[in-house]
């Protein structure tokens, strides 16, 4: 089935770890995304990518990294986890004419 | 400044009770407003895509509708399964994000038998 796979599912975290959210597509979509969805705040943009090789920063970029070395590939690390971090984290694709997004299933983390 | 406000935050309905759920924003050139629905432990489902002032896309029970200001979803006659999160979501003014969106943050839409 065409879609996006996220990885893990769900981890708790130790602060001060490091840790890299999986994603992959199979649609060869162009876009890609990282966004972490908090109660009261709703998605907000981490991270995005509009080619294999480019990433830009989105709203809430700071202490998180990604790269986009492919196509179907765009990880999500968190370098030195805080508490802060603790969010169900989306990843997205989307074709690079518009339309609407294809989002996985999520990854939710706990830094404790 | 939020550029996308959804209203109300939280509807209860009952089923076959018609209602509509309400998305302002304040981009000045809109390049599409997206709606999607996410259910409870999901990530978000795309439902319709609106380029311009009077344009309607429909879905089943569900019809998209954009002004220049905001958009609706009318919800003819729900049903329970329809309970779900629905989402407005614009891509922001400054182009340099390329096509990541905005997202409203939600109205949670319960419909009891």
């Known amino acids: 089935i065409a879609g996006i796979t996220q990885a893990p599912t769900s981890q708790i975290l130790a602060a001060g770890r490091r840790m890299t959210l999986r994603c992959t597509q199979d649609?060869?979509?162009?876009?890609m995304y990282w966004y972490r969805q908090d109660l009261g705040l709703g998605l907000r943009l981490i991270h995005y990518?509009?080619?294999?090789?480019?990433?830009g920063k989105g709203e809430v970029p700071d202490g998180y990294s990604v790269s986009r070395a492919n196509t179907d590939d765009f990880p999500l690390t968190l370098a030195s986890a805080v508490p802060s971090q603790t969010s169900v984290y989306f990843c997205?694709?989307?074709?690079?004419?518009?339309?609407?997004?294809?989002f996985g299933s999520g990854t939710r983390l706990t830094v404790v | 400044e939020d550029q996308v406000t959804q209203s109300p935050e939280a509807l209860r309905l009952q089923e076959g009770e018609s209602s509509s759920l309400n998305c302002s924003y304040t981009?000045?050139?809109?390049?599409?407003l997206f709606w999607y629905r996410q259910d409870p432990g999901k990530g978000p489902e795309f439902l319709f895509t609106?380029?311009?002032a009077g344009e309607e896309k429909e879905k089943e029970r569900l019809k998209a509708t954009l002004t220049k200001k905001e958009s609706f979803l009318h919800i003819t006659a729900p049903k329970p399964e329809d309970s779900a999160t629905y989402l407005c979501?614009?891509?922001?003014?400054?182009?340099?994000?390329?096509?990541?969106?905005?997202f409203g943050k939600g109205t949670s839409l319960l419909v009891t038998p």
């Open positions: 997205a694709s989307s074709q690079a004419a518009g339309g609407g997004y294809t």
């Open positions: 649609m060869r979509h162009n876009a």
């Open positions: 990518s509009n080619t294999a090789g480019t990433t």
């Open positions: 981009v000045s050139g809109l390049r599409g």
């Open positions: 609106l380029y311009s």
């Open positions: 979501a614009v891509p922001p003014d400054a182009g340099g994000s390329g096509y990541a969106l905005n």
